[in-house]
């Protein structure tokens, strides 16, 4: 069997991971790196426990830092790796630190790159998100594509070789994933009664009057708003002087749970990338808290609304929201892993 090589680091790389790896082990001897950038259970043990990921081979412990340092330090250690392990390839998931840290390892090492989820993006430069996705898909020597759209900015970055668009990973798991109600009678929830948000962008998590608008906002909301800490973001709201009245924080959910109450919710509030894409999928009305997106086909379709940290508008669409009829089939059929492993077949074995 021919080797090949994942690297992932976060929770959105695990997700995407957990989708292809049953393919991989079929045909491939598939070495895991994690880069240790999660650390705590409930953003990565748990992850890989909930989604059958099996236990990574390799775990760098980079830890939590700056974005140039982190890249650097996983850069380092994924070249060793690589260059022991030798793969016919390295798979790079999304746009973490640790994905550009793994592809910029791959190149170093002079071992091809496939990136999934390439062609995204937000046109904000001052997402480092954004910046990674940029160097991963320039790096990279196959690229898969989740939607029309990225394969589209590809073209226009001219990058044209290998591209194939399979539609999104993350939605195949969606489509698996048994929703979990248990969390919804744990915390006392009634189904449509609440809205479920999450924030942890550093542009809203570094800026106490961001911040400070959007709790303002939530206060303001007829319905109480359930609210997963991210770890940075219980340490940006411990240092300012917050009203939490109508807010219900709870520790960060799993992925089965994060589904379940975004299913179950009335309107999803959210700066990720992922979530607004698993609202999409759930068909829930979903608030982007950023002034951009880099899933333009939700807001495109009606489903998804910037609103930024703009109080007014956070408020005024949470009630005038008009449900769209039509709900295209932007991401895929859900097979867009084994659609992956077939290209990977295809030019590592020839069939
Ligand atoms: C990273 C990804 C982001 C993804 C998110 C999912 C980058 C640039 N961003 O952002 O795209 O949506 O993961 O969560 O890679 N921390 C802990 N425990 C941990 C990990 C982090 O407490 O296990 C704290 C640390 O204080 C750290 C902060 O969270 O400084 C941010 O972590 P980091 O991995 O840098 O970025 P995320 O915001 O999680």
Redesign the pocket.
């Known amino acids: 069997m021919k080797k090949i090589l994942s690297v992932v680091?976060?929770?959105?790389n695990f997700i995407k991971l957990a989708s292809l790896q049953p393919f991989l082990e079929k045909s491939f001897d598939h070495v895991i790196i994690h880069t240790g950038?999660?650390?705590?259970y409930?953003?990565?043990g748990g992850f890989f426990a909930e989604l059958a990921i099996p236990k990574p081979d390799y775990n760098l412990k980079v830890?939590?830092?700056e974005?140039i340092q982190?890249i650097k330090k996983i850069r380092e250690r994924c070249v060793k790796i690589i260059r022991k392990e030798k793969p016919v390839c390295v798979l790079i998931y999304?746009?973490?630190?640790?994905?550009l840290g793994g592809a910029e390892a791959a190149k170093a090492a002079k071992v091809p790159v496939a990136h999934i989820e390439a062609g995204v993006r937000s046109f904000d430069k001052s997402m480092?998100?954004e910046l990674?996705r940029v160097a991963i898909d320039r790096i990279s020597n196959i690229l898969f594509c989740p939607t029309k759209a990225s394969t589209e900015n590809l073209k226009q970055e001219k990058i044209t070789k290998n591209i194939f668009t399979v539609g999104d990973t993350m939605y195949d798991v969606f489509l698996k994933t048994k929703l979990d109600t248990q969390i919804i009678k744990k915390i006392g929830l009634k189904p449509k009664k609440y809205y479920f948000a999450t924030i942890?962008?550093?542009a809203n998590?570094n800026s106490s009057t961001r911040l400070k608008r959007l709790f303002l906002a939530f206060t303001k909301l007829k319905q109480i708003v359930v609210i997963p800490m991210?770890?940075?973001t219980k340490?940006a709201l411990s240092k300012i002087k917050i009203d939490l009245a109508n807010v219900y924080p709870i520790d960060p959910v799993t992925f089965k749970e994060s589904i379940t109450l975004q299913k179950n919710s009335l309107m999803v509030l959210t700066d990720?990338?992922?979530i607004q894409k698993e609202a999409y999928y759930s068909k829930v009305p979903c608030l982007t808290l950023r002034s951009n997106t880099e899933w333009p086909e939700t807001v495109k379709s009606g489903w998804n609304t910037l609103v930024d940290t703009n109080v007014k508008k956070i408020v005024y669409f949470t009630q005038k929201f008009i449900r769209p009829q039509k709900h295209p089939p932007y991401f895929g059929e859900g097979n867009a892993a084994e659609k992956i492993s077939r290209v990977l077949n295809q030019l590592y074995y020839g069939s």
């Open positions: 680091g976060a929770r959105p950038q999660h650390y705590d409930d953003l990565s830890g939590s830092g974005r982190q999304g746009d973490t630190n640790s994905s480092p998100e990674n942890h962008r550093q998590t991210h770890p940075r340490k990720s990338g992922g």
